[in-house]
């Protein structure tokens, strides 16, 4: 087997405040640097004061400067993707570069919904909620294929959590009541269809 290049984003791991995702992300690589001695991996992290992870003869952790997260995910990510040409890219907490410059896997950690508020993202997770800067379309056509349908203008459900599909509305798990778009019906309908008939495929 030839040795793979390894992007692992972990934006937030040195962080002191450390949230569910990033302790998810942090023992993920170090139980990587126990069991893999074999492909390279470049571990890229925003500075902080929580320098909770060492570098070992394959791990090698890449500190990425930049003033806002957003710019950090968006222009920092993809140039130092680009400078070291990893064979696949791992993002680990939610969201990921529009365009990246190598195969790309991304970790989904129970997002309920995305809701569009002017030029941010609310993201409302099972334990957390958060928000970044973006357009709720440019995540329609990326979420589609891990269960996720825009149901109106300003948001966007994952399946998962659909309680009870209505004609004209929806019901989360958490009670929660949104509107389905006057054009949107049929979408919606026949993407909660393909999750239950993917979800039930599994169980056979």
């Not at 970790?107 to 709720?136: A, M, P, V, W």
């Not at 269960?147 to 798990?173: A, P």
Request: glycine letters at 4%; one cysteine or more; proline letters at 4%.
């Amino acid at each position: 087997m030839n040795p793979m290049k390894i992007a692992i984003e972990a934006q937030r791991i040195f962080r002191t405040n450390k949230h569910g995702m990033d302790f998810v992300a942090l023992e993920t690589i170090r139980e990587l640097q126990k069991l893999d001695h074999i492909h390279e991996y470049y571990i890229l992290v925003a500075p902080g004061e929580d320098h909770c992870l060492e570098e070992s003869a394959n791990f090698h952790i890449i500190e990425i400067k930049c003033p806002t997260y957003p710019l950090w995910e968006q222009v920092a990510l993809p140039l130092a993707i680009r400078k070291i040409k990893p064979d696949i890219v791992h993002c680990t907490s939610n969201t990921a570069p529009l365009f990246c410059p190598a195969p790309l896997i991304l970790t989904l950690h129970d997002i309920i919904f995305l809701e569009s508020r002017q030029h941010y993202l609310k993201i409302c997770c099972e334990n957390e909620n958060f928000e970044l800067r973006g357009r709720i379309s440019d995540y329609e056509t990326m979420l589609e294929k891990y269960g996720f349908v825009r149901v109106n203008i300003g948001f966007i459900i994952n399946c998962k959590y659909i309680k009870i599909l209505k004609t004209k509305k929806i019901i989360l798990c958490n009670g929660m009541e949104i509107n389905i778009g006057s054009n949107r019906h049929d979408k919606v309908r026949h993407a909660y269809m393909e999750y239950v008939r993917e979800k039930n495929k599994w169980k056979l």
